[in-house]
């Protein structure tokens, strides 16, 4: 077996030795999977896989959250602005990326981060999410429907929409 992230490396190893190549991420997972890594450490891998711009790593909500948190949520650090172009991209699902900003939302109103920061975060996710029409269209659906989304933290609600509001002003 070869622990390589390269595509020709795994290539030239198969043809010239018989080797079975294997991601870094794969190898994570597989080590979660058995017990040797915690959740918390395979998903704070992850985010730096992330940061380190590893073509083809698998993103979910944990790991957009645990991007944001390494880069002190600020959208212009790594690696939050990996997981950003990430969530941007055509080529991902609309539902999971509409799903992973979801479950930051949750995240951003249910910790102590500074209204500022989130509203940071929140504009540049709402930015890339923007680009794709289907989620434009659920991007506004939310905004009017925010009541349901927070219930009773009316504070994070009134946040969210201010931010919400202010972005689409200048969108």
């Not at 939310?142 to 009541?147: A, E, G, Q, V, Y």
């Amino acid at each position: 077996m070869l622990w390589t992230d390269d595509v020709i490396q795994s290539q030239l190893g198969s043809g010239m030795f018989g080797t079975v190549g294997v991601w870094t991420q794969c190898v994570l997972a597989r080590l979660a999977d058995i017990g040797e890594l915690s959740r918390e450490e395979y998903v704070s891998a992850t985010a730096k896989l992330v940061g380190f711009e590893y073509a083809g790593t698998y993103m979910d909500g944990a790991v957009f959250i645990e991007s944001a948190m390494q880069a002190q949520f600020n959208p212009d650090s790594i690696p939050l602005r990996q997981a950003i172009e990430i969530l941007a991209s055509p080529q991902a699902n609309p539902q999971v990326r509409f799903g992973i900003f979801r479950q930051l939302l949750n995240h951003l109103y249910s910790t102590d981060v500074s209204p500022l920061r989130s509203c940071m975060v929140i504009r540049a996710c709402l930015a890339a999410l923007a680009q794709t029409p289907v989620l434009w269209q659920q991007l506004m659906i939310l905004r009017r429907n925010s009541r349901v989304l927070f219930g009773l933290n009316v504070i994070a609600e009134q946040q969210f929409n201010r931010c919400f509001d202010a972005w689409t002003q200048g969108y």
